[in-house]
């Protein structure tokens, strides 16, 4: 069984001047640690996939089963706690919390998540360590360098140790030499700790290091490489 199936999956967004069209029946399954891109140009529907594979938002046709189970079967309350136990996200721009510290923005889904704190500090500070913030802990985000605060965000991403990370874009905001060496932390942890990834990229250089790219166009799958 795929971690992941991803079935007739279709998104219109209703405005004034009509209906937008933007998924128009996407068919795609994602295994275990697979470690997979997905590309095209802007407007393709890239990251509303995205949103909808974490549960940001609803699907207007379709199902998406993780482990064979339908999430949007689930209640509002049940999807919520799907997300915060099963999904990691990090995005383009950190999204972290600016009045709090490092090591407070990543342990905060597990206090959201019920996690007392005394059980969650080891594993934020290992993470921490792990992906080159010691002696950052402490640090807020303003005080960090932008590859910094996208390391951060990684963190946050891993501490529910969920099913998938979803990453929108992770390296776009950051310089080249940055960003690769960002994109090489994905890999290494999809490498050593067998984590599954989802990455929207518009960068084919980076894309080609994944196991499996899809490429978007016009609010459908055009290819799988």
């Not at 219109?12 to 996407?26: D, H, Q, R």
């Not at 706690?81 to 905060?108: D, S, Y």
């Not at 913030?133 to 946050?156: D, N, W």
Request: hydrophobic share 40%; net charge neutral.
């Amino acid at each position: 069984m795929s971690l992941i199936e991803v079935e007739s999956l279709k998104k219109t967004f209703f405005t004034e001047a009509g209906p937008i069209e933007v998924l128009k029946g996407i068919d795609l399954k994602i295994d275990r640690g697979e470690m997979l891109a997905i590309t095209g140009a802007s407007g393709v529907g890239k990251s509303t996939l995205l949103h909808i594979l974490g549960t940001l938002d609803r699907p207007t046709e379709g199902n998406i089963y993780f482990e064979g189970r339908n999430v949007f079967e689930l209640n509002h309350k049940e999807v919520d706690r799907f997300r915060n136990q099963k999904i990691g996200f990090v995005f383009q721009f950190h999204h972290l919390l600016p009045e709090f510290t490092a090591f407070e923005n990543v342990i905060m889904p597990a206090l959201i998540g019920g996690i007392s704190l005394e059980k969650i500090s080891y594993r934020a500070e290992e993470l921490l360590t792990e992906l080159g913030l010691k002696g950052r802990y402490h640090h807020r985000p303003g005080e960090l360098s932008g590859g910094e605060q996208q390391r951060v965000a990684v963190a946050r991403a891993l501490i529910m140790s969920p099913l998938v990370v979803l990453a929108d874009e992770p390296t776009g905001n950051l310089d080249t030499r940055t960003g690769d060496r960002l994109f090489k932390t994905l890999l290494y942890l999809n490498e050593s700790r067998g984590t599954t990834f989802i990455i929207v990229t518009h960068n084919e250089s980076l894309a080609k290091q994944c196991h499996r790219v899809v490429h978007m166009v016009d609010g459908r799958i055009e290819r799988m490489n």
